[in-house]
């Protein structure tokens, strides 16, 4: 017979303590209750608990104090943190000081008992973080023993035991969905959906029918009641890709459905709960963006209750080798073939080039080069690397100097074009060779565009 779970709930005020023992009573749990810290610190000095629900408010002290112990002598126990509605700073704090959860008076009983089925997860054996199933499309995971991504991975891990949002940085390319993935799949919702989108490919007009869902009706084409992003993602992890492509009008709508956890659909006159994990990525300087106004910063304080920086190729030369070989041989399965072997002198090309496109321009650059490659074996010659790798000083790309461009008239025109075969090269590759959104980034017309790779011989 297995042992029934366990949960401490600590409330100074009665009622409370007495709909959260008869709700988690039902959901099977065996419950203890403390009125204030100094009852919860005792109960924890004798009882292994599998979660605990405090109040933030405490006669004889506040919830912070003690997620923070419980984080330190109990790490295994999440605490879901209660708070007074409209208290979304002090629910933020909690997050940040190592809560799993919150949950806002008055308690909502469906969101409640889906924060223990999540709280609950974490400490079933048969779910153990990091035991999650590859994908379904055999992508790659976190490669790499360099110490970035050793100390990458052990943050994932951290954090997959949390619901607070993350917000996950890094240059184009270094693999940020991956990232989220990651910590969807090791934490309590991994058998939930998990759901990327794009903000920067919504247009406008349609994004809060797309967020929120809308009804049969509520504008032209409107055919028939469709659920939004939000409700697709319920019961697991939304994760929203290059969230500074929001406009300000959705930042708004957006902070409301974190803050109360619920969605409007287009048309509706209701609200409707829904049950995500929100974790958001960009390349941009969202801090930078937020003191130009262009992002608002409540919701910013909002979606980066925990930051995750993810570290650039540049940075973990190491695991190239690594890298370079394991996608490989997932390019030459889908091609069908055996999986060549890197030359040294391919490895050593590697190592030397900046790689301003990460990750996703190694994958380009390899599976150009097993197109091209004869025999078993790639070498330098067949990558192609481009001759002048944009170096990079802090971060930043950072033009090369033009060698001998007094001793030729003819040199301007060809480094212009060598500057314009190289922005264009690195768009398409950010953008999977989707011309559309390369020529938006690019700023030019998908038909300039066109012309540009015609001239340039790029097509």
Known sequence: MT???????????????????????R??????TAANLAEAREQLAVHRYDLCITDMRLPDGNGIELVHEIARNHPSTPVAMITAFGSMDLAVEALKAGAFDFVSKPVDLGVLRGLVRHALELGNPADTPGTAPASADNGPRLLGDSLPMQELRSTIAKV?????????????????ELVARTIHEQGARAKGPFVPVNCGAIPAELMESEFFGHRKGSFTGAHADKPGLFQAASGGTLFL??????PLQMQVKLLRAIQEKSVRPVGAATEVPVDVRLLSATHKDLAQLVAEG??????????????????????RRADLPQLASTILKRLAINHGRPAPQLASSA????????????????????ERALALAEGD???????????ASPARTNGQPAVEAVQDLDNSSAALPSYIEQLERAAIQKALD????????????LGITFRALRYKLKKLGME
């Open 160 to 176: 997959s035991r949390s619901q607070a949002p993350v917000y996950i940085v890094g240059e184009s390319g270094v693999g940020k």
């Open 294 to 315: 262009r992002f608002r910063h409540d919701l910013y304080y909002r979606i980066n209750v925990i930051e995750l920086r993810v570290p650039p190729l540049r940075e």
């Open 3 to 25: 042992e029934a779970r366990t949960a401490l709930i600590v409330d100074d005020e009665r009622d409370i303590r007495e709909l959260l023992v008869l709700t988690l009573g």
């Open 377 to 387: 074996s790639i070498t330098a010659t067949d990558l192609r690397l481009p001759a």
């Open 430 to 441: 950010e953008n999977r060779w989707n011309k559309t959104r390369a020529a938006a980034q």
């Open 347 to 366: 490895l050593e090309a590697l190592a030397g080039y900046a790689f301003p496109g990460n990750v996703r321009e190694l994958e380009n650059i390899l």
């Open 241 to 246: 890709d290059e969230v500074a492509e929001l």
């Open 27 to 32: 959901m099977g749990l065996r419950i203890s």
